[in-house]
């Protein structure tokens, strides 16, 4: 499943990531090579999970900017349960939790990244407006904190 994400990672950039920045386009993506880590390593017994998925994404550009949208457990049941949809293999409580636990320390795992953590239980308007300060401190090239 890995090696199938990252496949698919590469192609994205390859075919629109690139050739969008190349004509001077932001690209803003989800889910990239720190979700795949995440998920993929929280869902493996095998210790060394991390450093493998770092290695076949290693191609992948690193992004200016990763966003880390922090959710409370209570938020984002209450969300999944609003949403009025099945419940999918990765929304069980203490899969989430280990989830949880891996994305607080994604900054550990990568400290040369420049990431920010915004609180994902405000409004969409709050999140929206901080991670857009975000992203302007980033094109002004000021300090991200």
């Known amino acids: 499943m890995s090696l199938l994400f990252a496949a698919d990672r590469q192609d994205h950039v390859e075919s629109e990531v690139l050739p969008n920045l190349r004509d001077g386009v932001n690209i803003i993506c989800d889910r990239y090579i720190y979700s795949s880590i995440v998920y993929q390593s929280a869902s493996s017994e095998d210790s060394e999970a991390v450093e493998w998925i770092r290695m076949i994404n290693r191609y992948a550009r690193k992004p ?9 457990s209570e ?48 409004s969409v308007e709050e999140v929206a407006e901080e991670c857009w300060s975000h992203v302007e401190k980033m094109r002004s090239g000021g300090v991200i904190a």
Not at 77 to 104: C, G, K, S, T
Request: no cysteine.
């Open 64 to 72: 200016d900017l990763v966003i880390y949208l922090k959710v409370s």
């Open 75 to 122: 938020v984002a049941v209450r969300r999944r349960r609003e949403r009025d949809r099945h419940v999918e293999i990765f929304d069980r409580p203490e899969f989430q939790q280990r989830l949880a636990l891996a994305y607080d320390k994604i900054e550990e795992k990568f400290p040369a990244v420049n990431i920010v953590r915004v609180n994902g239980d405000n």
